[in-house]
Nanobody, 115 residues
Framework: QVQLVESGGGLVQSGGSLRLSCAAS????????MGWYRQLPGKPRELVAA???????DYADSVKGRFTISKDNAKNTVYLQMNSLKPEDTAIYYC?????????WGQGTQVTVSS
């Protein structure tokens, strides 16, 4: 089992920045792809950014150039730096650790961007 705990969400004005953190209960980054997802009420969860064990990153088109995913292997923590935030970035953000045969989710953290 893996526990993922997100933190760093909150209320920010349009154009502002937030950094989300996701702490894993044990060292898993070498075996899992780590991702950040977000979800609006009544809508499916969508991938925002992902980072592989080798450090390869991928982003949704809507956040490219504004968000950066990174990880600290020593701290078992993955980050999502979010800059130039827009009201449409408002959502619950979830951390995920995934591989072919299993997947784990954090409890989510709310991000609200006011216009």
């Amino acid at each position: 089992q893996v526990q993922l705990v997100e933190s760093g969400g909150g209320l920010v004005q349009s154009g502002g920045s937030l950094r989300l953190s996701c702490a894993a209960s044990r060292s898993i980054f070498s075996n899992y792809v780590m991702g950040w997802y977000r979800q609006l009420p009544g809508k499916p969860r969508e991938l925002v950014a992902a980072i592989t064990s080798g450090g390869y990153t991928d982003y949704a088109d809507s956040v490219k150039g504004r968000f950066t995913i990174s990880k600290d292997n020593a701290k078992n923590t993955v980050y999502l730096q979010m800059n130039s935030l827009k009201p449409e970035d408002t959502a619950i953000y979830y951390c995920n650790a995934g591989r072919n045969w299993d997947s784990y989710w954090g409890q989510g953290t709310q991000v609200t961007v006011s216009s």
